[in-house]
């Protein structure tokens, strides 16, 4: 079955970048949803299609993917960003839907 | 204004068995496919259903197929999970979502309803 790779975690200074990566088998060639989840609430859509913004969704979230690596960027990070992050693939050969791990993102 | 409420959680013996509902509101239901994720306390994202806008198409997850079934009612606008057998690390919150515009990237979710698996 395919399997994302994600860091448990990421920790980053406000008005720093953060870089949250996601790993699959040629990634690349799938469309990479990610979503941002605070603390009891539901995900939120944050990247559609590798790189697509939802509205309501702040230009300095964006994301890109490259060979077996998907990232999504933060710049200039707000102490709003703290929330964990989860990357999602539909996967064609197997008709499954498939999350990452989720990397908990820390503003210091 | 698109709206998902999900209902039917609750303590449940090992063995039990379940039926969560989510209601929806706020679009066209039978335009859309509907989806099932759960997520057990401190963990990640478990995608666990998809069932297509007649139901032609069902996919489960296959950790947990056998146990898990997905329906429809798009005449009420009302999504099913049927959960039996239910063990320990069945609990969970169970998230209904729909996807953003066709595909299988979930632009909307329900509030959730919370599992507890225990004897």
């Known amino acids: ?108 | 204004e698109v709206h998902l409420v999900e209902s039917g959680g609750g303590l449940v013996k090992p063995g039990g068995s379940l039926r969560l509902s989510c209601a929806a509101s706020g679009f066209t239901f039978s335009s859309y496919s509907m989806n099932w994720v759960r997520q057990a306390p401190g963990k990640g994202l478990e995608w666990v259903a998809s069932i297509s806008t007649t139901s032609n198409y069902i996919y489960y997850a296959d950790s947990l197929r056998g146990r898990f079934t997905v329906s429809r009612d798009n005449a009420k606008n009302l999504l099913y999970l049927q959960v039996n057998s239910l063990i320990t690390e069945d609990t969970a919150i169970y998230y209904c979502a729909r996807d953003r515009a066709g595909g299988y990237d979930f632009g909307y979710w329900g509030q959730g309803t919370l599992v507890t698996v225990s004897s």
């Open chain 1, 1 to 108: 079955s395919y399997v994302l790779t994600q860091p448990p975690s990421v920790s980053v200074a406000p008005g720093q970048t953060a870089r949250i990566t996601c790993g699959g088998s040629d990634i690349g060639t799938k469309s990479v949803h990610w979503y941002q989840q605070k603390p009891g609430q539901a995900p939120v859509l944050v990247i559609y299609y590798n790189k697509d913004r939802p509205s309501g969704i702040p230009e300095r979230f964006s994301g890109s993917t490259s060979g077996n690596t998907a990232t999504l960027t933060i710049n200039r990070v707000e102490a709003g960003d703290e929330a964990d992050y989860h990357c999602q693939v539909w996967d064609s050969s197997s008709d499954q839907v498939v999350f990452g791990g989720g990397t908990e993102l820390t503003v210091l």
